[in-house]
């Protein structure tokens, strides 16, 4: 299945992207199919082969969530944007006075437990 998707280019701390057209199996650095354009965050400046990319889309393509957005944006396709799915941190959701608790509540379960067993055997 082929994909459309960024390819990171550019030096350190100034990203650029290639937007390139790719199995979807093949490393995003790796070996491409066609480059339908190139998009750079730093000055916003964003360059499309319109005609290559709804041609791939029309042949099944799938662009990536990132690179839909994009192109949403630019026009080329009309559809809703997609959320991103970034990865959750679990250490924000709970402040560390919350973590503690939950500590000092773990080994009070285990001391009752241990206390438990000791009755049991008795």
């Known amino acids: 299945m082929l994909v459309i998707r960024f390819n990171r280019v550019g030096r350190k701390n100034h990203a650029q992207y290639r937007i390139v057209v790719q199995e979807k199996s093949v490393a995003p ?11 750079d965050p730093h000055s916003k400046a964003i360059t499309l082969k319109e005609g290559e990319i709804k041609q791939f889309i029309a042949n099944g393509a799938q662009p990536s969530d990132s690179v839909h957005n994009l192109l949403v944006r630019e026009g080329v396709i009309d559809a809703p944007k997609r959320a991103l799915k970034l990865p959750e941190k679990e250490a924000e959701e709970q402040p560390e006075e919350e973590k503690a608790d939950d500590a000092v509540d773990a080994s009070e379960d285990a001391a009752e437990t241990v206390e438990e067993e000791k009755a049991e055997e008795k």
């Open 29 to 39: 650095g790796g070996r491409h199919v066609a480059m339908v354009g190139s998009y």
